[in-house]
């Protein structure tokens, strides 16, 4: 039987890539999702296409109890997760902080950073050779926002961002002598359905020949780093942050 690999917000953009790979790379692999239940069955079916087991399972990230019921149904479905992608997020609107009304930037908050501190501490507790379990990783996918602050209309986004950097770089260190690795992600300009979301038209045209490398990441090329990191050739590897940004 093949190791598990769970992936929120696994029915579109990097998450979806990750899930995809994973199968070819011989996980099981369960597709987490909150919306879109046509998506993430699509995502399973080529999952299973490829030989591997898979699960397609509904959470509200941000739902601590919604967590543990998933961890829950992976369990009885596939088996102990052994390989944990945090990557469910949202983007704001692009627009001035001073502009922003606080219940979306609370929403923001919410999902972008407390979600990944519910999931991470949930994952760990059952990953932990202390508490029984059979360690394992995580990868949480962060943004090259948080290093550049977010300035530029996205300063909630990239302040929980920041948060999980912070969340990876000390989890890593506080979880390494339970058996667990704990790495982060820090993608820069990607081609997904989200930048459809920031409201600024043709971003990945109009931004992507100023990234030094001359063009926009796509998912996969996010996926192929995130499964590294999750494997065994990653084995001295935790409490540390990869930017894949082309150079940016």
């Avoid at 967590?67 to 992608?85: I, K, N, Q, T």
């Avoid at 790495?183 to 020949?209: A, K, Y």
Wanted: hydrophobic fraction near 40%.
């Amino acid at each position: 039987m093949g190791k598990v690999l769970l992936v929120t917000g696994g029915s579109r953009g990097i998450g979806a890539a990750c899930c995809r790979l994973g199968a070819r790379e011989g996980y099981d692999v369960a597709v987490n999702y909150k919306g879109g239940k046509d998506k993430a069955e699509a995502v399973r079916a080529e999952v299973e296409s490829s030989g591997r087991r898979a699960l397609a399972v509904r959470a509200d990230v941000t739902d601590e109890a919604a967590v543990e019921r998933m961890l829950d149904e992976v369990e009885a479905g596939l088996g102990p997760v052994d390989a944990f992608v945090s990557n469910a997020g949202i983007i704001h609107a692009s627009r001035p902080l001073m502009d922003m009304n606080p219940a979306e930037i609370r929403k923001v908050i919410e999902v972008d950073l407390t979600a990944h501190i519910l999931c991470n501490r949930a994952v760990v507790r059952r990953m932990a050779r202390s508490k029984g379990g059979r360690g394992g990783a995580i990868v949480n996918l962060s943004s090259m926002a948080a290093s550049l602050y977010g300035a530029g209309g996205f300063v909630p986004y990239g302040a929980a961002k920041g948060g999980i950097d912070v969340l990876t770089m000390g989890l890593g260190r506080e979880a390494a002598g339970d058996g667990i690795r704990v790495n982060g992600l820090r993608p820069g300009l990607i081609d997904t359905d989200m930048q459809n979301d920031t409201g600024v038209e043709r971003r990945m045209e109009r931004f992507g020949p100023g990234v030094p490398i001359g063009r926009g990441g796509t998912a996969e090329e996010v996926a192929e780093c995130v499964l590294w990191l999750l494997s065994d050739k990653a084995s001295y590897v935790t409490g540390t942050l990869f930017d894949v940004s082309g150079g940016r």
